[in-house]
Structures are given as structure tokens and as C-alpha cells.
């Protein structure tokens, strides 16, 4: 079995470092930003090579692997044979050895991303699907995708590209309002639910009597601390299970009047499909501890070039924002360029 060299590089933990030098470094450090942006457009090239490698690679080693048959069948048949038990054999055991291999880097990941959690938000487990790289990428996929769609749906309806942009910037604004504010009810929420029951614990009876002590204990700092991360933690890993009922709840609360106003179809496919897609991430990024933040420039700001690529016109002064940037958290790393049109 030949190796596939490119499918094993991971290039996540680059990345990765390269933020936390930048939220660790104090001073404007020219080229480790430099770097970050090339390591950035690399990923983006990355992704294009390694698709063009894999759906080439298969048709290319099966050629190869016919020629040299062919070759050794001319020889002496009884070597292809061996040849080909000593291949099995050998194709077995790599394979034994890369599940090994794959089985501890995740446990070595994890531990590692439990240890690097504890005390700096910044450092994330590099096993977790959801951590802010991640979450960033598929942010961006979202404009690619669902935004695109959703333009050319609204567009046939408001017949104006800047109304467009603005009304779907607006939807956005308000997804990520909603899951703001109710992120921050909802682990409220939890952690008194859970700390009341174990400082102030209550007992039904058979008579269905609920009992409850006069004093209850107190919870010191440290104990504090402690449930805080712990309910974070719990939090975020099945914080997804609320994405389909929060995203109901804001289709009756915000959808249904917005249609009224721009005179838009009962229902608009894509553009629930926008939204729908577009609350799943921000929920994510909103569960991060510390949250994730987005980045919008307003009308007649100067062009921040460093977080903003251009739409269809360049310039100094923006004429309206239409993608944000993403940050690791509030004033925190880029991990996304958001997209400007220029005046």
C-alpha cells in the first residue's frame, strides 16, 4: 500500500501556533502577521491541491501498480505471486499501524488540549470539531454557499444589490444579537439550575412533599471556578442540540415579520437555508469560552485592509461591509477576513 504523505500533514496545529503567538505577543509584531496571512492563503491553496490530489491519486497508483504486474508477469509468475503475499501482508500490517497511530495522537491530542485549556481560552483542543479554526472555515463556507443562493433569491424579488447586501447583513446582525443574548441566558440558566440543587438540595416525599433545608451551603471560589468550566465545557459539547429549536423559534419571532416588511414570500428556500446555516455557526462561535466575535466596518470608515478583502470595488473608504471578519474573541486574533465594498 503506497503512503499518502499529504492526507496526514496537519496543518490545523499551524495555525493554531500561529495564534497564539499573535494573542500572546504584546507588541505589533510585523512578521509573525505576515505570517499568519500567508499561512492563511496556504490553507486556501492547500484545500484546492490536496481535492485535485485525491480525486487524481486513485487512477494514478492503479496504473502503476498494473505496469509493474505486468512487468514481473513477463519475469516469472512465481515471483508476481510472492510479490503480491508479501504486498498484502505488508498493506496489513501498515494499515494495523496507522490506526494505532491515529488512535494515540487523538488521545495525545486531547490530553494535550485539556492541559492548554486550563487557564488560556486561547488554546484549544486540536481534536474537537468545533474548535475556532474550524468554526471560522465553515463561517466563511456559509458566504460561499448559502449567501450566494440567498443573494440571488432575494435579488429577484428587491431588484437592488445594495438593498440586498443590507437586508442580508441585517439578518445576520440579528442571528447573532439572538444567539448572544440567549447564549449567555442559557449558561446563567444552567449553572444556577445545577449549583442550587447541590448547595440547597430538595427531597420529595411519598406525599409529594418537596423539602429543602433554612441554610444553605456555600460554594468557595475555587468550587466556583471549577463548575463554571465544568458547565462550559458541557455546554459546548452538545451546545448543538439547540440550534434546530432556537432556529424555529427566531423563524416565528424575526423571520415572519421581515417578510412582511421587504414583501417576500411566505417562504423563501434559501433563505431560510441562510439563516438556518448562518445561526448553527454564530451558535457555535457563541458557546466558545471566551465567545467568538465578528467584525463589521460602517459606511465612510477607511478600508481596513488587514481584515477585509473587497467585494467588486477597491478603494479607501467603504461603502458598505458585506461578510465580517472573524475574531478569536472580543479585540482578539483574525481567524477570518470579512469582505468590503469600496466607495
Not at 27 to 44: G, H, P, S, V
Not at 149 to 164: P, T
Not at 188 to 214: G, H, M, S, W, Y
Not at 221 to 237: C, F, V
Amino acid at each position: 500500500m503506497s503512503s499518502k504523505p499529504i492526507e496526514n500533514v496537519d496543518t490545523d496545529k499551524v495555525g493554531d501556533y500561529l495564534l497564539y503567538l499573535k494573542t500572546n505577543n504584546a507588541r505589533t509584531d510585523k512578521a509573525l502577521d505576515e505570517a499568519i496571512n500567508e499561512q492563511k492563503e496556504f490553507m486556501e491553496s492547500f484545500r484546492r491541491y490536496k481535492k485535485f490530489y485525491v480525486d487524481h491519486q486513485s487512477s494514478y497508483y492503479k496504473i502503476k501498480q498494473e505496469k509493474e504486474e505486468k512487468q514481473l508477469s513477463k519475469d516469472s509468475p512465481n515471483l508476481v505471486g510472492r510479490l503480491r503475499k508479501e504486498k498484502e501482508d505488508l498493506a496489513f500490517k501498515n494499515e494495523s499501524l496507522l490506526k494505532q497511530n491515529e488512535e494515540l495522537k487523538t488521545r495525545l491530542s486531547t490530553l494535550a488540549g485539556h492541559k492548554m485549556q486550563d487557564g488560556n481560552p486561547n488554546i484549544t483542543d486540536l481534536s474537537d470539531p468545533f474548535r475556532p479554526t474550524k468554526l471560522a472555515e465553515k463561517f466563511r463556507e456559509v458566504y460561499d454557499e448559502e449567501w450566494t443562493r440567498s443573494f440571488e433569491e432575494l435579488d429577484v424579488f428587491l431588484k437592488d444589490e445594495m438593498k440586498v447586501i443590507a437586508t442580508l447583513r441585517y439578518l445576520m446582525s440579528q442571528v447573532e444579537i439572538f444567539c448572544t443574548r440567549f447564549s449567555e441566558k442559557q449558561i446563567k440558566d444552567i449553572a444556577r439550575t445545577c449549583t442550587d440543587e447541590i448547595v440547597n438540595p430538595k427531597v420529595v416525599t411519598d406525599e409529594n412533599q418537596t423539602l429543602r433545608c433554612k441554610t444553605p451551603s456555600e460554594m468557595s471560589n475555587g468550587q466556583k471556578e471549577t463548575a463554571k468550566k465544568i458547565i462550559h465545557d458541557l455546554r459546548k459539547s452538545v451546545g448543538v442540540l439547540s440550534v434546530r429549536p432556537l432556529v424555529q423559534i427566531f423563524d416565528g419571532w424575526f423571520m415572519c415579520n421581515l417578510r412582511k416588511i421587504n414583501k417576500l414570500p411566505p417562504s423563501s428556500r434559501e433563505t431560510d437555508a441562510f439563516v438556518a446555516k448562518t445561526f448553527e455557526i454564530v451558535w457555535l462561535m457563541k458557546i466558545q469560552n471566551p465567545q467568538m466575535e465578528t467584525q463589521w466596518q460602517s459606511q465612510d470608515e477607511k478600508c481596513d485592509k488587514d481584515k477585509f478583502t473587497f467585494y467588486t470595488k477597491r478603494g479607501d473608504i467603504v461603502s458598505q461591509t458585506v461578510w465580517p471578519a472573524v475574531l478569536l474573541h472580543k479585540n482578539g486574533p483574525l481567524m477570518s477576513k470579512g469582505i468590503l465594498q469600496a466607495k
